[in-house]
């Protein structure tokens, strides 16, 4: 491969991506708008370059397929800049459902099953599919019934937050079953935001100052509770 190549199709598609501005504008005349949006109409490229120059502003190929091509007189870097919040903005917002993974033995004990079952219930009520998997040992495989009924169980469990999306099923050695959120992602996303607003709002209000003013009733019980002796060891002990 010819040196330079790698750096020749990176530029290539910087120019595909990106319009064509100014110089690069390689027609006779183009339909040009304004600035603002209004319609200065068929003009030569090269009249339409002294307007963008004397507006300090580019000139920009919007439609380069039409005929003639549309150019626009506009802050090229600021429209960059723009475009790329936008699609920063986009990306942030944008919902990916994950698939979380949780492993059961069919003869776990109670306490495991406690805990696996608050991560299915932590993941369902964020907006994420769970694939719950039987892994069974030895004589263990003969029974199947036993991993089938725990999935039954887990998914009567966590009813109010997923559904089975998947049936348990043989999978070799493994038995699977697939619980997705009653709850759409954006929407678990939302309430998650909400309370840790809400949290930080709490906690805001609790480190408030109080009030300094004490009323006469407060002052007295103060007054009283600083008099009273300091119980002895063997009143302590009576009152245990």
Do not use: C, W
């Not at 504008?25 to 319609?39: A, F, H, Y």
């Not at 805990?115 to 932590?122: A, S």
């Not at 966590?158 to 079953?177: H, T, Y």
């Not at 939302?190 to 100052?209: I, M, V, Y």
Request: net charge neutral; glycine share 6%.
């Amino acid at each position: 491969m010819p040196a330079g190549t790698d750096s020749q199709d990176v530029t290539k598609e910087k120019h595909i991506s990106e319009p064509r501005i100014n110089d690069r504008i390689r027609v006779p005349e183009v339909r040009l708008v304004g600035p603002n949006g209004e319609q200065v109409g068929i003009v030569r490229v090269e009249d339409a370059l002294r307007l963008a120059a004397e507006a300090d502003l580019d000139l920009v190929e919007v439609a380069p397929m039409a005929k003639p091509p549309v150019a626009k007189l506009m802050d090229f870097g600021k429209y960059k800049y723009e475009a790329a919040m936008k699609a920063r903005e986009a990306r942030k917002n944008q919902v990916n459902t994950v698939i979380k993974e949780i492993k059961l033995r069919p003869k776990i004990d109670p306490h495991d099953y406690g805990t696996k079952k608050g991560h299915v219930v932590r993941f369902l009520g964020g907006g994420d599919k769970v694939k719950v998997t039987i892994m069974f040992r030895g004589r263990e495989q003969s029974r199947p019934e036993l991993g089938f009924r725990l999935l039954q169980r887990l998914a009567q469990d966590v009813a109010e937050l997923g559904i089975v999306e998947s049936q348990p099923k043989q999978d070799g050695r493994n038995m699977v079953m697939v619980l997705a959120p009653t709850k759409k992602k954006a929407q678990a996303m939302a309430e998650q935001r909400k309370k840790r607003d809400e949290a930080k709002a709490g906690h805001a209000a609790a480190d408030e100052p109080l009030d300094e003013t004490t009323t006469s009733d407060e002052a007295t019980v103060s007054e009283d509770s600083a008099a009273e002796p300091a119980a002895t060891a063997d009143e302590t002990t009576t009152a245990g």
